[in-house]
């Protein structure tokens, strides 16, 4: 992850949970060392592992950071993910903003996990889509290649996507992609939002670089793949969600593209607990 | 919801989407005005309406904004919350980050309205916490108390949790408590995460002004809900979800903070489609 | 003190005092390093020891500090508080807003205790207000701790205060706090401002946390304080200076808020030597 | 007033007074328009009025403004400033960040301006320092301005100081004005302080721009003025008080810079009532 | 242009000019209207019209400006581009900022537009690099398109640039493209840049999108452009000045990436000139 | 350079170059440390040395910088300015943003040492103007200063420049001078641009601190600096290039403000090459 949008971010979370302090953390007394381990509740696949060093690291420079998984890696309920070494009141203050990140980050990794199994066929890649929490793109979008899927464009800045108003507008796909290679440079990707057969010959005839089957049922999905020559990248998407993906495995579809992935997310349950140092036992040995 | 944070905030996601531009506009013949239609694909609770205005505000004042429905109203699948008018390019570049605020805290909004109805008892508030999205705390807790429900503290900053790793540290419940008071001033609210009787016992005696029972089933919660003097505020917490949460009902208790209201999102699905001026005869008459 | 919030201040009060360059510094030759000695030159307590640290750091991570005092201690006039050793360019160049915020945070711990020690009335809390430096408040307000005093709500958003405009709107003390109640969660106190015997009693029957006499002299304040039932917390505001403060010893009221704390501040005469290497004998010793 | 820099600064201010949002106007029922009327509680000169406008129209652009002074008035006890008109919870929502900052600004006016009137000699010019609250710096310079006051440079990019230490670096005055003179261009003021006759003959042959008396009695400022030629500028500082100030009248000095106008501030008495509509009877004459 | 973006570079661009005011014009006396007439004193193409509108909002909302010209016009010596209306001063303290602006982005069209005539050979695309100005990027990369060239990428995040330490970190071009193909989603276009013939063959067998012939001249880029099979893009990059870019015309290559359009930049002679209210005669011919 | 400041920039610059990640870098295996190499491509002044240190720290602490020159040394085709040891893959991320300032600094250094070697009459001093890059006035005008030239006013918060409008404005040259006098304090230069003798004139018995002679020929400069009391600084500037710069010698003018410097810049061709540990013989022995 990129470390200045990672530390910006990251304090910005902090003036939003910390504001002018911490009243209960200043309650404290001082009580020494303690550790605090992070460990997953429930199983599923951890994201944002950097997360925990990097937040900490804003609060005190002296706490220090044992990583024991990294993004990408299954984990079962009760694992160990991280355990941190410092004082008490530090540890409790920056509790929240880490697990509300890694929580929601790994919920992510896990759904697109998840999808990637359902879906059951190694052909076709899951992608996400441009419906992520605002201000948390480029978190969410990480999450989604630590669960194994890949990414969408970032924005409306790096991809260019033709839809029915700028169909409508030029006139028709032929008109619209031809004005995008007239105007965009060679390292932008042009795609074509499709909704049925004619508009599709017409994408292949003006050689869009990915044609989109938007809310097209399975059936209709294969018979499109088939139809689209093999240089051109195709993917489904709209309307497809965890029940319904197993219907798309042997479409012959590129990629199927999952607003839910990041649009409703559920949380993969992880807590912190902060222990006195004779009870870390166990611990010492990892 | 407040304005001067509302439009940094707005500022900031649009950033993220647009960066230095959408390219997909930029191609876009210029078509002169259009309509564009935001409306519910399925049923629940509208929050954030002031955001279209907002954030449409920011990218091109002459987009005029009529909304239809105010935050905390039912909508049903098909009905339209807002209509805007004004240039196609400028309606298509604003479209995402709106949609995805209004999906997401009209997603919060439906879950409060659902988790009331299904507690079903109007002497209990249902309130959150702080397992919010980085970022947009202020939003998702805007959207609770749009579906009805309440707002427990905003940060580490506005009220005392006293918890375990507190109580450790001063020694008793007693001592934490006393030293909040003596420390603390009158405008902060001083809260006790329990776990068993003695434990409440100690934190009626402290007079802690809220006493939270922690993780305890319904039974324990009705039974700590009796002990505890009406003076007293009583929330119970953790590990209540959508299933457990009738199990709760007539326990007397006053608050049940619930985490997944927000940290467990699923996004009401909200749309927006673009039209041709001469196609707007129906809207005319809403 | 929130550290995030602290450097992020201190990187924008830099940037104010130094722009573009410390011309002067620019000009000196590099005489290798120097101590920097910061005494009282005045006696009176002092606040903000921490920012030393922090805010040399920003400029130059080589500077070394030893803090000799700490936030809340007395200090008499010539005593030192803090000794720093490093590049005598940089320790000029960060010496102005060092001072410009000590010097202030002092002037306002010691005023605070000067009104605690006039009051001497040890039943009655002296407290801030809102009447704080913009920019300054968490830095005024932890002034005021250092100082032995409380806070009041840090902002609008951490409190109620109803007023003669919230009653006159919603009709009555009654109605408003009825109305607070049943909107605000259980984490906010509700503080209502009276102004005589009458809006007096109507704010116990209400039940409000805290009732404010505004603008009442010590009689009335005796008066109003015997009236209140003690569960509900009194305060005294308005009008009250450091001439006047002793006439409420004995009214029996919790709080005295006392906008003069923050709004009219005499700063602490704090000031910083730098020496050379061979003159450090006597500093030394401490 | 620098306006891009105001509006950021306000920005700024009420971020940090309502923050997530004003929880007493959020209950407040609607109760359509208000008047609300600034005045003064005490005689004094005003400073800051284009900060009334800025601060509401950031807030609400609907708030009509109008202000009945400007700055460097001087205004009675009892005296309207301005009249404002717009929705009753904006009106208060808005008042405590705009009356801290007028209230100080005018009471640096009116300190400014009394410093003036006390030393009574119009041939000597009063100015300011670098001793301003952190952050506030272009306002608390203008406000001096205001009340008839100088600036001295606004921080240490726009001026040169030769001090004690930049002395010793270099050897001598002489050498550290040659350099200065060597290495700045020719927009570079260069002002040396000294202590005593021998340092001013030095600084003198030296031909600083300015020279600055530092720490020196009535009777020196005077000895020192009519040993410096004419066209070099002289300035004195340090230890000068309201009580003392007027000794400095007839020294011939050209400037005396004050601490003490910025560091130690008590604020103008100025207020804000709202009224209903048809309390406006008599405001409706000015 | 982005216009958010836009607005918050042009804030910046104002601190840094103006500070904490224009000492100038604070001194000028109100002089009613005047008009700014800003125009070219030498040919070329203009580029960033819409800031001068932006940049004067951002002063003052009264400024009326008119556009006479638009991006992309070539104007001759002497031609109006603009006329703004409003107060003298005003115009003054903006106009420093915009013609900075206005004259470099000018520039940079005016180059792209006469190596474009240079290069005299429409089958092949002029393009930019990452050479830009820091925080300029979005500004001097529409100033290409502008003048009629294309845009490369825009950073690191939005697209693959497959270079000497890649390769060798992989181990050979195949194994990178395949690793890139790999991990990367359908939106991203894959660059290789090769150095000889041995390169070239690799990379088309790796089915690279794009293939930069790094450093070559006119005769191997020819011969490369030959070997390159249709589908696959090619650009030539590296040591191409305005001398020797003739000498590519007819190479077949289908971008030639030209630093220097914004690495070295000569402004377009552009400047403002305010005139009193009865000189406006001829203007309003235009 | 200000180093809060300049770390601000870069903060900034990289997130505009990497924003939400390097695609490239993140496909990159790991391939242990490597050593980068700055060097110079052609020979000139450098500027900016600081910038490569600053720049890597704020992307890895890690990164190791050995810095072989210091600003305004004079380098030679292919000598090595620094050494950067670490990470690959930060050291491609990293390179672009500090190549980019590196060689635009030292493009403005080497332009101003050679416009002093062409004018070759040490007398006259040669400054820069506002007409630099925005958002890098600071680093631009620093460059100016490693070039042996001297910095003009910083911006309009700085100096008064009293121009043909402010006279007009005014009434006379007389008029706004003595306004300026009057309104200003003692810190601030007032300069006055003049076109012709008559204006000459009436500025010197102004008794201005500078008189600039705007857009006149040598032989006006010559006759102008000799009619010009010695003690009032001269300056000119307009109309002056490479070309023409010699013949403003022996005209006994104090100043020439060069626009050219920074407005249009040609950057010193300077590149960063990576090495095998195993190819580094010839570096360990620097």
Redesign the interface.
Known sequence: ?????LR??L???????????????????D?GE?QAVIHAKQSGIVAGMDIIREAFA???QEIRVSLLKKDGDAVTQGETLAILTGK?STL??GE??V???L??MS?IATATRQAIETLNDSSI?V?DT?????????LE??AVTAGGG??????????????D??I???GSITA?VA??RQ???????I?VEIEDEEQLHEAIAADAD?IMFDNCGPETVRRFAQITPP?I?T?ASGGINMQTLADYAGTGV??LSLGFLT?????LDISMD?R?ADELGPTSER
Do not use: W
């Open positions: 992850m990129q470390r200045i949008a910006r971010m304090e910005q979370f902090y003036m939003e949970d910390i504001g002018s302090g911490d009243l209960s953390a200043q309650l404290m007394s009580v303690r804003l609060l005190d008490a409790l203050t929240r903003v697990l509300n990140l929580q929601r919920g890649r992608c441009r419906k992520t929490t605002p201000g948390l793109r480029m979008k990480y890949y990414n969408h464009r970032f924005g409306l800045y790096d991809g260019i996507m033709i839809k108003n700028h409508a507008a030029e619209a004005k995008a105007q965009m440079g060679h390292m932008v990707k795609e990915i240089h990248i993917e590129h990629y649009h409703s997310v559920t949380s902060i006195f």
